[in-house]
């Protein structure tokens, strides 16, 4: 951007699953797959701002691209399953999403969740978030100019200042 190089958002390498296997697996670096995604549309425009927020001292939000592995397991045409792990600077985190797919969009359910060790304000505090982050996410295409998309989620946190309160965010 702004004509200077920047780091990599994704890169991967995908192995499509045969005909007589149920499921793909990729490695690399990437974000979970939603339903409408940042990097998607990282170089047309903004992210998808409400997968940016993060929740209190914990800096993984839902758009960051990470290294890890994940896998698509495809129980039909219309169902299919997306289960990545990765591990971040401190802590392993995962993410699962059952998605319904329709001839117009596609609808998700997701949880994501880990465990975080931090060094508050890098003055070797360190203290421990343990999280989970269940939610929802929709995109459906009405017509062919048109598309309609949608994401909520609720954070709980085990200490998500660093101070010790237990605290849940929208």
Do not use: C
């Not at 797959?33 to 998607?40: D, I, L, M």
């Not at 295409?141 to 929208?170: D, Q, W």
Request: proline residues 7%; neutral net charge; charged residues 20%.
């Amino acid at each position: 951007m702004g004509d200077k190089p920047g780091p990599i958002y994704e890169a991967q390498i995908v192995f499509y699953k045969p005909s007589d296997l149920p499921f793909s697996i990729r490695l690399g670096k990437f974000e979970p797959w939603y339903a409408k995604s940042p990097g998607k549309t990282i170089l047309t425009h903004f992210g998808y701002s409400p997968l940016s927020v993060t929740s209190g001292a914990n800096d993984s939000t839902l758009a960051n691209s990470k290294p890890g592995i994940g896998t698509i397991w495809y129980f039909s045409q219309s169902l299919l399953a997306f289960i990545d792990i990765y591990y971040l600077e401190g802590g392993p985190e995962g993410f699962i999403r059952l998605v319904a797919k329709t001839l117009d969009g596609e609808v998700g359910i997701f949880v994501n969740g880990g465990s975080r060790r931090f060094d508050k304000f890098q003055q070797f505090e360190n203290f421990r978030d343990n999280y989970i982050r269940p939610g929802i996410d929709f995109a459906i295409f009405p017509v062919n100019f048109l598309e309609v998309s949608g994401f909520a989620a609720f954070a709980l946190h085990t200490n998500p200042t660093g101070e010790g309160e237990r605290k849940g965010y929208i």
